[in-house]
């Protein structure tokens, strides 16, 4: 049995009040200002990775099955283009449009061409409405379909793959035994 006390039921009511009447004054953020932030937080640690990539080492691959150095590197770079493409187009048909990253070699070419490819991510970002988010957009290859999601799950995406990449290049260069800068905080190689 549960007992109320009229002090319970005065302090709930108090409380309800009190959050109703703060909430007018609070701003929930939007889906693309959190993915502007978002952007811009991964990039901190994306464009130190991607500075310490080694001009002469580029056509290095840790396994026979594994993405050349400057591949992976790039792919990364170019990462940011697919947030773009989210909010641009309603698909990505490699039968029409093939992929053909820009040649960089080396880590100053390889910034470069992120911050490029951010910044225009970030143009987007900051001019589209969160109504966008809910169309489709699709990956395919003529007729096969890779993906089809909705623009918000195909940002998420983006953002999942840029992680999961420049972890890939971090073991690529840990392997090369060049020392690996935090990302969400220190490294063993910084502390």
């Known amino acids: 049995m549960i007992y109320f006390f009229p002090t319970d039921i005065g302090l709930s009511l108090c409380v309800f009040f009190f959050a109703l009447n703060n909430l007018k004054t609070y701003h929930m953020i939007t889906f693309m200002e959190s993915f502007l932030k978002e952007l811009e ?13 080694p001009a002469d080492k580029l056509d290095w691959k840790p396994h026979e099955k594994s993405m050349k150095l400057k591949d992976l590197a790039t792919h990364l770079a170019d990462l940011p283009t697919w947030i773009t493409l989210a909010l641009t187009t309603e698909e990505l048909d490699f039968s029409t449009s093939p992929y053909n990253p820009t040649n960089c070699n080396g880590g100053e070419e390889l910034v470069k061409y992120y911050e490029q490819n951010a910044q225009e991510a970030k143009q987007h970002l900051q001019k589209n409405k969160d109504s966008i988010l809910e ?5 395919k290859n003529g007729e096969v379909i890779y ?3 909705t623009k918000l799950d195909t940002i998420r995406h983006s ?5 999961h990449h420049r972890a890939q290049l971090g073991v690529y260069l840990r392997l090369l035994n060049i020392p690996i800068p935090g990302v969400y905080g220190p490294s063993a190689d910084e502390s």
């Open 41 to 53: 937080h991964e990039s901190i640690g994306t464009k130190k990775m991607l500075a310490l990539v």
């Open 135 to 139: 169309e489709i957009w699709t990956l």
């Open 147 to 149: 993906m089809q999601q």
């Open 159 to 163: 953002y999942c793959q840029i992680v």
